[in-house]
């Protein structure tokens, strides 16, 4: 609706970039794409959770892109993933490969989710266990500094940020 629009920096082509609760940290641009079958979590984020290569369990098959290329992932692990009130363990499968986003959460998990993303309008809603509808809003200058990455280097733009630890109450 027009309500949904008033946060929204319009016109805009921006991809659903959110902020979500991933283990003990607030994980940072992360891809809500529906085209994916499977939930992708980019090494330097793995690293950056504390995690160690020994928590990965191992992957028997590789991941085809778009591109048609395969790109074997180092492994896969299990996390929690928080979203407003609704923890999902999600599979990730981690690969080994530059990335302007740090996790991308695909079909699976949207589905496990029961939502609707809306990119036109940065939002995701889904039913929480008392079926009343929850959202999750985008990050349009998350989303557009994940695009001015593609276009230049990481380090120049100086705006990389993977996880942050949440402070206890």
């Known amino acids: 609706s027009d309500k949904d629009l008033e946060r929204i920096y319009c016109p805009h082509n921006d991809a659903l970039v959110v902020t979500l609760r991933i283990k003990d940290y607030d994980g940072k641009r992360i891809l809500i794409d529906q085209g994916s079958s499977c939930e992708i979590m980019y090494y330097e984020t793995f690293k950056q959770l504390k995690l160690k290569d020994k928590d990965l369990a191992p992957v028997v098959s590789p991941l085809i892109g778009f591109n048609s290329m395969p790109e074997w992932p180092v492994g896969k692990i299990i996390l929690p993933v928080r979203t407003g009130s609704i923890t999902k363990q999600v599979e990730f499968w981690v690969l080994k490969v530059p990335s302007t986003y740090n996790i991308i959460l695909g079909r699976t998990w949207l589905h496990a989710m029961r939502s609707v993303r809306l990119t036109y309008h940065q939002v995701m809603r889904f039913?929480?266990?008392?079926?009343?509808?929850?959202?999750?809003?985008?990050d349009q200058i998350m989303s557009k500094q994940g695009f001015?990455?593609?276009?230049?280097?990481?380090?120049?733009?100086g705006f990389v940020q993977m996880v942050e630890k949440r402070e206890s109450n």
Request: glycine content about 10%; hydrophobic content about 40%; aromatic content about 4%.
């Open 148 to 157: 001015v990455t593609i276009n230049g280097s990481r380090a120049a733009k």
């Open 127 to 138: 039913p929480n266990e008392a079926r009343v509808i929850e959202e999750a809003f985008g």
